[in-house]
């Protein structure tokens, strides 16, 4: 079955490219059209789609209060925003959005919003039938922002592997590669610090893929990472905390 996809923009030439662009990828099912939030809600309701791209400044009801009510579903649709504002993708943040893409939209960033939407939509649904409330993280982002070659990307927090920091800029190590972000490591782990451990001052690494630790010859330890070649090394001053963690994991 083809995912199911609603257009929602204001203007009609941007709703119209986008269409012809979905037609050019093929593989999904166009499902409806909205001019801006409020007909997104009501369309959602009656087609049930996978995916809504959806531009953030419109008339009536802008794209993140759509975005925002639409995440109070049971089942709530991925959301990839569609606009030429990039200086809103911070904002993006307190919504589940499953990708962003800056207009004039191509049809290679739009392939890849949209399969990563696909991904990411099930993963997060599945991540919140698994984890427990924790109202303490009510504001930790569900996504991490870095400028690319490409545009903005949002990288799940689900796909990260690892941190790490490296003079001006952090390295984040995820699913499909890896980009540099301009944030610290502090502010990292004390956003994330539940779903994350300190294993080096300049390092912080997934629970989720954390697999064992192995010594090398000159008596150091470094950490395996589940899915990944390369290893990371452990200081000695967090090697007890990460033993510790071993031991109850």
């Known amino acids: 079955m083809k995912p199911r ?45 996978d995916i809504v791209l959806m531009d953030m400044r419109m008339p009536v009801m802008d794209g993140l209060t759509c975005a925002r009510q639409l995440a109070q579903r049971a089942s709530p649709p991925a959301i990839i925003f569609c ?11 307190s919504v589940p959005a499953a990708g962003y893409v800056l207009k004039p939209v191509s049809r290679e960033s739009l392939r ?21 409330v924790r109202s303490e ?16 990307e949002l990288i799940p927090i689900d796909e990260v592997r690892y941190f790490l920091a490296d ?13 540099l972000i301009d944030e610290t490591l502090k502010e990292l782990e004390e956003e994330f610090g539940d779903r994350f451990i300190r294993i080096h001052r300049n390092a912080l ?13 000159t008596g150091q330890y470094r950490v395996r990472i589940r899915g990944l070649d390369e290893r990371l090394t452990v200081s ?4 007890p905390e990460l033993r510790e963690t071993l031991h109850r994991v």
Do not use: M, W
Request: net charge negative; with cysteine.
């Open 5 to 49: 996809v609603i257009i929602c923009d204001d203007e009609r030439l941007a709703r119209e490219r986008l269409v012809r662009l979905l037609e050019d990828i093929g593989g999904y099912e166009l499902v409806g059209l909205a001019e801006h939030g409020e007909e997104a809600i009501r369309l959602v309701n009656e087609t049930e789609p």
């Open 83 to 93: 606009t030429a504002f990039d200086e809103h993708a911070l904002e993006a943040f």
């Open 112 to 132: 890849e919003a949209l399969s990563r939407a696909c991904r990411v939509n099930q993963l997060q649904l599945e991540s919140l039938r698994q984890q427990p």
């Open 137 to 152: 993280r009510a504001n930790c982002r569900s996504h991490i922002t870095a400028r690319t070659h490409r545009g903005i």
């Open 167 to 179: 003079h001006k800029y952090v390295t984040v190590r995820h699913e499909q590669g890896e980009v």
């Open 205 to 217: 690494l997934s629970l989720t893929y954390l697999e064992g630790l192995e010594v090398v010859a």
């Open 236 to 239: 000695r001053r967090h090697l």
